[in-house]
């Protein structure tokens, strides 16, 4: 049985707590990955992290892009849409296409 | 022309052969892997990218509705409200093998008996913008879990994609070219030998035959 996190500022993540996902609240990239560390040891399919905080940490997302668990999620957070997730899947695209051809 | 550092011998030419053989096979069947997974990446792509704005715009009104609730009672009210949580998420993980790429699957399950048990306070202290706001989150919880589904398993096939490519291209510009010079190489070797044994042969029989009637002197 896998859990699932989300990880950003108190603003953008509390709500998900009343559906029942772990929150931790962090505004420091540091911190962030030590939580994810923690995470991805403990049992955590999915980890929902805000946009802003995972651009400071791209190699923490690179880390675990190409292991099965745990997926690491960008979600915009309350700051605003920053367009990072959707331009990532046009990453995915980039990758394996060669070039970003859906949009 | 690219030529192994082969000996020009017909042993190797035989070995050489078999290699083709192989590698003209595997590359037929790793181009069917490439397409193919090329065809259910472009899949997982498109709806992907659907589910993704979908979820972007949810989420815009689930946090809006929660700042309303945040400003029309004290903040404190409605972090206290959601500070012990009802409900809670776990997702099963199992596994499909597509192409030999091992996608992972999620199936949500709740902890309590009802999946809409979520408002974990008395309505009494908070606003209405707050249930709606769990509410909302609540639907796009499942849809998020969805999303993380599609963007691991596009990930993962992109990876899986770009490999494949590259082994295809590989194959295909650089190993099955290469074998195939080698061996017109070794071919043309052979033949050549063989020639120049024939004439080497006309030229001692016409030396025995010399010197056994000495055609030149009585001439």
């Not at chain 2, 009494?124 to 909302?136: E, P, Q």
């Not at chain 2, 993380?148 to 590259?166: D, F, P, Y």
């Amino acid at each position: 049985m896998f859990k699932i996190a989300a990880i950003g500022d108190r603003d953008s993540i509390t709500g998900f707590a009343s559906v029942g996902l772990s929150i931790f609240c962090t505004d420091e990239p540091h911190e962030a990955k030590k939580i994810i560390k923690m995470l991805a040891e403990n049992q955590f399919a999915v980890i929902y992290i805000t946009e802003r905080l995972l651009q400071k940490i791209p190699e923490e997302y690179e880390r675990y892009k190409e292991v099965p668990v745990p997926a690491i999620i960008p979600i915009p957070g309350i700051t605003g849409n920053t367009g990072f997730g959707l331009q990532n899947v046009g990453k995915f695209v980039e990758r394996a296409v060669g070039s970003d051809i859906i949009n | 022309m690219a030529v192994l550092h082969t000996n020009p011998t017909r042993m190797e030419l035989i070995n050489l052969k078999r290699k083709l053989a192989t590698a003209r096979r595997g590359h037929r069947l790793l181009k069917d892997k490439r397409d193919e997974l090329m065809r259910r990446f472009l899949e997982l792509v498109r709806e992907n990218k659907q589910l993704r704005r979908e979820i972007e715009e949810g989420l815009k009104e689930a946090q809006a509705h929660m700042a309303l609730a945040g400003a029309s009672v004290s903040e404190e009210v409605t972090n206290t409200a959601l500070m012990l949580p009802k409900q809670e998420m776990f997702v099963e993980v199992s596994q499909k093998n597509v192409m030999s790429v091992i996608l992972p699957e999620y199936d949500v399950s709740y902890k309590t008996a009802d999946e809409n048990d979520i408002y974990s306070y008395a309505y009494a202290f908070t606003s209405f913008d707050l249930d709606a706001a769990v509410r909302k989150y609540a639907d796009l919880a499942v849809k998020m879990v969805k999303l993380a589904q599609v963007e691991k398993s596009c990930s993962l096939m992109s990876g899986e994609i770009e490999k494949t490519r590259r082994r295809v291209n590989a194959l295909e510009y650089i190993m099955i070219p290469q074998y195939e010079d080698t061996i017109k190489y070794i071919t043309m070797k052979l033949d050549e030998n063989e020639r120049s044994a024939t004439t080497r042969l006309m030229k001692v029989k016409n030396m025995m035959l010399e010197n056994a009637h000495h055609y030149n002197e009585r001439g």
